[in-house]
């Protein structure tokens, strides 16, 4: 993180923000001297308090500083069994305590391959957004993040990519009309890297991308940042 923090791109260019397990934020935001980076959570809890043994407070989050959260990761979708409601319930927890979801959508090889990419994709983002007001979903960002695609240096086409993203937009056009779907931040993440991000970003749909593997280096971040450069 110190390492790059002072290398990022002037906020109004580029808005950058870093991710990280719950043990490591308090350090992270410390460390954080410049408006040029935002410190979000990988994941939190859906209630504020309680009895629940090894879960993030979205309370404790939000008291922290903390602006971003990531809901529905696909991770945690295959390995701990998250539902669309569980997601739903996650998303109003985030938007409860004023911070701002980052809800991913997640497409297995298998539906990829059993052409079922409009009907996932639409039934994950309205069950995640059952009880959401236009205002809010106004702040949401949502990120087309193919599971077939994330760290396996497979990377969705950039027509691909714009095809998810375009669904995602679209899904929201219909549930709270074109203004909303056009103001919202709509991400690609997947094995994004400094080679294939240019071309994703060209497309109309990709706002931005969800990276994973290539924001572990140094080196790899800053390209993706400056990637205009």
């Known amino acids: 993180?110190?390492?790059?923090?002072?290398?990022?791109?002037?906020?109004?260019?580029?808005?950058?923000?870093?991710?990280?397990?719950?043990?490591l934020l308090?350090?992270?935001?410390?460390?954080?001297?410049?408006?040029r980076l935002k410190v979000g959570a990988e994941n939190c809890y859906y209630e504020d308090s309680g009895a629940f043994t090894g879960e993030t407070s979205p309370m404790a989050l939000a008291e922290m500083g903390i602006p971003?959260?990531?809901v529905g990761h696909s991770e945690r979708r295959s390995y701990f069994g998250?539902?669309?409601?569980?997601?739903?319930?996650k998303v109003h927890a985030v938007y409860r305590n004023h911070m701002t979801p980052i809800l991913c959508c997640d497409e297995t090889m298998g539906r990829l391959e059993a052409g079922e990419k409009i009907h996932w994709v639409v039934s994950q983002v309205t069950g995640?957004?059952?009880?959401?007001?236009?205002?809010?979903?106004?702040?949401?960002?949502i990120a087309y993040e193919p599971s077939?695609?994330?760290?396996?240096?497979k990377s969705a086409s950039a027509d691909q990519a714009e095809e998810g993203c375009y669904l995602i937009r679209q899904t929201i056009a219909d549930i709270y009309g074109d203004a909303v779907a056009d103001q919202m931040r709509v991400l690609y993440g997947g094995s994004v890297n400094p080679d294939n991000i240019a071309e994703i970003m060209a497309k109309p749909n990709i706002d931005g991308v969800l990276a994973g593997g290539a924001s572990l280096k140094a080196e790899t971040f800053l390209q993706l940042a400056h990637y205009q450069k």
Not at 26 to 35: A, F, Q
Not at 129 to 135: A, F, H, I, N, Y
């Open 26 to 35: 308090e350090t992270m935001l410390e460390l954080n001297t410049t408006n």
């Open 128 to 141: 995640a957004l059952k009880g959401v007001s236009d205002e809010l979903a106004r702040q949401l960002i």
């Open 148 to 153: 077939w695609a994330i760290g396996s240096g």
């Open 1 to 23: 993180m110190q390492a790059v923090v002072d290398q990022l791109p002037a906020p109004d260019q580029v808005e950058t923000a870093i991710a990280a397990p719950v043990i």
């Open 82 to 89: 998250e539902t669309d409601d569980v997601i739903n319930r």
């Open 68 to 70: 971003y959260v990531i």
